[in-house]
């Protein structure tokens, strides 16, 4: 019987197997940040222990910092000690460690793939839940706790009970001004967000191919959010034209080498998968979250579910959401007022998200109702945003275009929406206070988000 591409990744990475128990994995690269290493690094110290292989190891911090004024000293005195401790644990330890304002510094999982830090075949962690964003380049990426961050610091390998296999086959291609995010909210809602729980992911089908790079990295990005262990795409030529000649990628004959390695790398013919599901692209719509969970989501067009198709087991939270939310069920969110927009994150911080958004609101203006926060994922992103022309084209629409970081996505800088507001998120996660205390988070792609900066409500991005 044939091996999935999940099993030819995992099988070449075990070091040992504990019989009736979990496998010692070997880890090719993790990513620190700065919320979920100090305790590692902490454990290190009074262990006496060395990082095994700190060139392994690539450190940022990006969830706390500030989106303005970050060649200034940090004003908020948590996220200034947090900073300053990732950076001198990165000093004391001997790794790699890219700081506010340096080139390579942005959120870890938009670093690592723009610059050949992430590459097919590679097992990858980081304290980050979203760390599946990785496996866009054939890989195996997942998210782990602050005592296995400290396990891989210790020995470059990680206890880890192996998951269940999962093919996601998207058939058919996707309709114009369709994005990769609203396929991902597509599949979220018809999966839930258990649904995928236990397993790790493979995409595949035309849909996936015709994928770009950066549309491969939002979806796998939120594989997470269905309850998979992570999601991943076999590299093939749009992987290899992505990596080739970045920073970190190999070059010459190790380039040439590692093409060979990379397009074995997929699902064999007869291999055989836990579970198979099967959708249409052809079925999927611009996509809007309406609750507090990114499963509860429907097509723009569409009504909010009525009570009796909800299932009874579901009902009570249901309601709670939708109070929280301040809508009813059977509303159209078509016209909703919005008073935030946020694009950004590790889910569509990417250059393509900003072209997107750009394209849609180029010759339009700002709603005077709207706070929009416009964030690159990296210091690479803006610069392609200013290269491109794509600052003067939003610049003269009435945005501003802040500096790299989480921002918005979580309510863990200064980047907060306030109590009761509306927020049109391109990020990840709509749960309650996700972006601030009582904030309302409706998740969409970069084009909801761009049409309801210009209109002031949900709107139909195809409409304009």
């Given at each position: 019987?044939?091996?999935?591409?999940?099993?030819?990744?995992?099988?070449?990475?075990?070091?040992?197997?504990?019989?009736?128990?979990?496998?010692?994995?070997?880890?090719?690269?993790?990513?620190?940040?700065?919320?979920?290493?100090?305790?590692?690094?902490?454990?290190?110290?009074?262990?006496?222990?060395?990082?095994?292989?700190?060139?392994?190891?690539?450190?940022?911090?990006?969830?706390?910092?500030?989106?303005?004024?970050?060649?200034?000293?940090?004003?908020?005195?948590?996220?200034?000690?947090?900073?300053?401790?990732?950076?001198?644990?990165?000093?004391?330890?001997?790794?790699?460690?890219?700081?506010?304002?340096?080139?390579?510094?942005?959120?870890?999982?938009?670093?690592?793939?723009?610059?050949g830090l992430s590459l097919p075949g590679m097992t990858i962690v980081?304290?980050?839940?979203?760390?599946?964003?990785?496996?866009?380049?054939?890989?195996?990426?997942?998210?782990?706790?602050?005592?296995?961050?400290?396990?891989?610091?210790?020995?470059?390998?990680?206890?880890?009970?192996?998951?269940?296999?999962?093919?996601?086959?998207?058939?058919?291609?996707?309709?114009?001004?369709?994005?990769?995010?609203?396929?991902?909210?597509?599949?979220?809602?018809?999966?839930?967000?258990?649904?995928?729980?236990?397993?790790?992911?493979?995409?595949?089908?035309?849909?996936?191919?015709?994928?770009?790079?950066?549309?491969?990295?939002?979806?796998?990005?939120?594989?997470?959010?269905?309850?998979?262990?992570?999601?991943?795409?076999?590299?093939?030529?749009?992987?290899?034209?992505?990596?080739?000649?970045?920073?970190?990628?190999?070059?010459?004959?190790?380039?040439?080498?590692?093409?060979?390695?990379?397009?074995?790398?997929?699902?064999?013919?007869?291999?055989?998968?836990?579970?198979?599901?099967?959708?249409?692209?052809?079925?999927?719509?611009?996509?809007?979250?309406?609750?507090?969970?990114?499963?509860?989501?429907?097509?723009?067009?569409?009504?909010?579910?009525?009570?009796?198709?909800?299932?009874?087991?579901?009902?009570?939270?249901?309601?709670?959401?939708?109070?929280?939310m301040g809508f009813q069920p059977g509303e159209r969110m078509l016209?909703?007022?919005?008073?935030?927009?946020?694009?950004?994150?590790?889910?569509?911080?990417?250059?393509?998200?900003?072209?997107?958004?750009?394209?849609?609101?180029?010759?339009?203006?700002?709603?005077?109702?709207?706070?929009?926060?416009?964030?690159?994922?990296?210091?690479?992103?803006?610069?392609?945003?200013?290269?491109?022309?794509?600052?003067?084209?939003?610049?003269?629409?009435?945005?501003?275009?802040?500096?790299?970081?989480?921002?918005?996505?979580l309510a863990m800088n200064s980047d907060k929406v306030p109590a009761?507001?509306?927020?049109?998120?391109?990020?990840?996660?709509?749960?309650?206070?996700?972006?601030?205390?009582?904030?309302?988070?409706?998740?969409?792609?970069?084009?909801?988000?761009?049409?309801?900066?210009?209109?002031?409500?949900?709107?139909?991005?195809?409409?304009?």
């Amino acid at each position: 019987m044939g091996k999935t591409f999940f099993d030819k990744i995992w099988e070449k990475h075990i070091v040992t197997q504990v019989e009736e128990g979990p496998t010692q994995l070997y880890i090719d690269r993790m990513y620190c940040h700065e919320v979920t290493s100090p305790q590692a690094f902490d454990g290190l110290r009074r262990r006496r222990l060395k990082v095994f292989r700190p060139k392994q190891i690539t450190c940022m911090s990006d969830h706390n910092i500030p989106t303005l004024k970050q060649e200034y000293p940090i004003q908020d005195p948590v996220s200034k000690k947090q900073i300053e401790t990732l950076s001198n644990n990165a000093k004391e330890f001997g790794i790699d460690y890219y700081p506010i304002g340096h080139e390579l510094n942005g959120i870890v999982h938009v670093v690592g793939p723009e610059n050949g830090l992430s590459l097919p075949g590679m097992t990858i962690v980081c304290g980050d839940s979203h760390t599946s964003t990785h496996g866009a380049l054939g890989t195996i990426a997942f998210g782990i706790g602050t005592s296995e961050v400290e396990m891989v610091l210790a020995t470059q390998c990680i206890l880890q009970s192996r998951p269940k296999t999962m093919r996601i086959r998207v058939q058919n291609q996707l309709k114009p001004a369709i994005t990769a995010k609203d396929l991902a909210l597509y599949i979220i809602a018809k999966m839930t967000t258990g649904g995928a729980t236990g397993y790790f992911v493979e995409y595949a089908g035309e849909a996936i191919e015709n994928l770009s790079m950066e549309g491969r990295l939002t979806l796998c990005n939120l594989s997470i959010e269905m309850g998979a262990r992570g999601g991943m795409i076999a590299p093939d030529e749009i992987t290899f034209e992505y990596l080739k000649g970045r920073r970190f990628t190999p070059s010459g004959e190790s380039w040439e080498k590692s093409l060979v390695e990379w397009r074995a790398l997929k699902s064999d013919i007869d291999a055989r998968f836990d579970k198979e599901v099967v959708f249409d692209a052809e079925d999927v719509e611009p996509q809007i979250t309406y609750g507090t969970n990114p499963g509860m989501g429907i097509s723009i067009n569409d009504i909010i579910p009525n009570l009796e198709e909800i299932e009874e087991s579901s009902r009570i939270s249901f309601i709670k959401s939708l109070e929280y939310m301040g809508f009813q069920p059977g509303e159209r969110m078509l016209g909703k007022p919005v008073d935030y927009v946020f694009l950004g994150s590790c889910t569509n911080g990417r250059i393509e998200d900003f072209r997107a958004f750009a394209q849609l609101v180029k010759g339009k203006k700002k709603n005077k109702n709207v706070i929009v926060w416009l964030v690159p994922g990296s210091r690479k992103v803006d610069k392609q945003i200013r290269e491109e022309g794509l600052d003067k084209i939003l610049e003269s629409a009435g945005f501003e275009i802040r500096q790299p970081g989480c921002s918005a996505c979580l309510a863990m800088n200064s980047d907060k929406v306030p109590a009761g507001k509306y927020a049109v998120s391109t990020s990840n996660r709509n749960f309650e206070g996700r972006q601030g205390p009582g904030a309302r988070t409706i998740l969409a792609g970069p084009f909801i988000a761009a049409a309801a900066a210009i209109t002031g409500k949900i709107t139909d991005p195809r409409t304009l």
